[in-house]
């Protein structure tokens, strides 16, 4: 069977500033220069399409700066959509429209456990057949658990003990079936036990490269793409035989975001075992 050509959601940063502080990243006095995060946004999408993906757009909306960061859109297995439910009142206008972009591309929407919060694939995601889940910070642990028995899937919890690393995206990426590239003081000693235990080949980051979001990478097929300031990951990755790209993306550092959160892919991330599975 052919691969299909990988497939990414991304929002264009027309409306992106600080506007508010809902993690340690941001400060309304530190805002990001628009013409320069417009063109960074570029140089991502271009490095993205560039590395052989398809890239479709999510509408931006007036007042919904983080509306960017789709990667927080939902999460997705096969064609199902698990949609957000935003721990902070300033994202939760999100919900809506993101709602309404899956239905209308024909995701099977499966709402967020009632009572939980969830921000989808900033906080969940697959390696191999498993779900890596982050909690605390922004997700609940009872809504992963709830989420992995609707899809049917088994749930690795991890506290996200390190405010900075709020998102698992942030602290996490997984590349293959059982490797993953991860910032071990983001973790509690039983998660980095757990990830030790379940991922066999993993790479930690060191805490320079992991304040320049290098975990926060994006990876289509063998290119691994990631904000500039990550020169040890990309002297790792090269060696295990992946393609490493950096692309300045400071401007949305300052929300507390990168390469990885700016995406969502739609068709599964590469690591997760479902997407090259056979599905039926
Ligand atoms: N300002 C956004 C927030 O705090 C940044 C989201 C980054 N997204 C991610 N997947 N890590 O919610």
């Known amino acids: ?15 992106y500033a600080i506007e508010y502080e809902i993690n340690p990243w941001m400060n309304r006095q530190r805002q990001a220069d628009h ?43 096969r064609r199902t959509a698990v949609l957000s439910r935003f721990r902070f009142e300033q994202r939760q206008g999100e919900e809506a429209h993101d709602a309404r972009w899956f239905s209308d591309h024909g995701f099977e929407i499966v709402p967020p456990p009632p009572e939980t919060f969830f921000e989808g694939a900033g906080d969940a995601l697959f390696c191999g057949e498993d779900l890596f889940a982050g909690y605390r910070m922004r997700s609940d642990a009872r809504g992963h658990q709830e989420i992995g028995r609707r899809l049917g899937v088994r749930v690795i919890p991890l506290e ?92 949305f550092v300052k929300a507390g975001g990168s390469a990885k959160c700016l995406t969502l892919r739609l068709d599964g991330e590469e690591a997760a075992a479902w997407r090259t599975a056979d599905e039926d």
Request: proline share 9%; charged share 15%.
């Open 35 to 77: 013409d320069l995060a417009v063109r960074q946004w570029n140089g991502l999408f271009a490095a993205l399409s560039d590395a052989g993906a398809k890239i479709s757009l999510l509408t931006p909306v007036r007042g919904l700066p983080d509306l960017v960061f789709t990667a927080n859109a939902g999460m997705i297995f």
């Open 1 to 15: 069977m052919a691969e299909a050509q990988p497939h990414i959601l991304m929002c264009p940063p027309v409306f």
């Open 160 to 251: 996200l003990v390190d405010a900075y690393y709020y998102h698992l995206d942030t602290c996490f990426c997984p590349l293959a079936p059982g490797a993953a590239m991860y910032f071990p003081p983001a973790f509690d000693e039983y998660g980095r036990t757990a990830l030790r235990e379940l991922i066999p080949e993993l790479i930690p980051v060191e805490a320079e490269e992991a304040e320049a979001f290098a975990c926060n990478a994006v990876l289509v097929g063998r290119t691994v793409v990631t904000n500039t300031g990550c020169p040890r990951l990309h002297a790792a990755l090269a060696e295990r035989g992946y393609q490493p790209i950096e692309t300045p993306l400071s401007e």
